[in-house]
């Protein structure tokens, strides 16, 4: 296999938005999902691995809303090494090797709560420092510069806290790493007046 196919969405639940998810979901091989309220809807987890032809690795708590769950191509299995949740809840790892080349891919998911996410950054980026071949997807809940949102853009404390430990330990955006042109918002407000990029992929530099 010369390379793999990855996809990130924040899908807000599973049940009203099911079908939908699949047909935006279902032709990648990793898919990370974030907000997927399993919590007692277990047998969604084997509806997805049945239509996306996944296996599904997963964590909740005791929230509910704080579910993710990576799904990984049945035909990628034997490239898996193991598994792990980092953050309950919130990071799970998957750990492949692929062309004698061993890499971590971890689906995030921030808190939406703006008092919430600079422990949870911190606790992130104390687990990434051994990592030096890894890429993080998901929903980070966060812009980093005036580039992710339509709106004024405030440097708060935690954005300050990511940006400084990203290029600390030399992460990419792969938006920006693809010379994209386009701004890609990835959240609009319901009265369509604010949007944002909350959602991205950072890659270590050696990838």
């Known amino acids: ?112 709560a703006e008092g919430e996410r600079l422990e949870f950054f911190k606790k992130l980026f104390t687990e990434t420092q051994s990592k030096s071949s890894l890429l993080m997807g998901g929903d980070f809940n966060i812009i980093l510069d005036e580039g992710d949102t339509n709106k004024e853009f405030n440097l708060k404390n935690y954005i300050s806290f990511v940006k400084m430990r990203i290029d600390r330990q030399n992460y990419k955006d792969a938006h920006k790493s693809l010379g994209t042109q386009n701004i890609k918002y990835t959240f609009t407000s319901s009265n369509n007046k604010s949007r944002r990029r909350l959602d991205r992929y950072l890659y270590s530099a050696i990838l």
């Open 1 to 112: 296999m010369a390379q793999i196919s990855i996809f990130s969405l924040n899908s807000r639940g599973i049940i009203k938005n099911y079908d939908k998810i699949i047909e935006e979901i279902k032709h990648y091989d990793i898919i990370l999902l974030q907000e997927q309220h399993i919590d007692k809807k277990q047998e969604y987890i084997q509806k997805y691995e049945k239509d996306t032809n996944s296996k599904a690795f997963y964590s909740t708590d005791e929230t509910n809303k704080k579910s993710i769950i990576t799904l990984v191509k049945n035909s990628l299995q034997e490239f898996v090494l193991e598994t792990q949740v980092i953050i309950k809840g919130r990071v799970i790892s998957v750990k492949i090797k692929l062309k004698n080349k061993t890499f971590e891919i971890w689906n995030v998911y921030a808190p939406a």
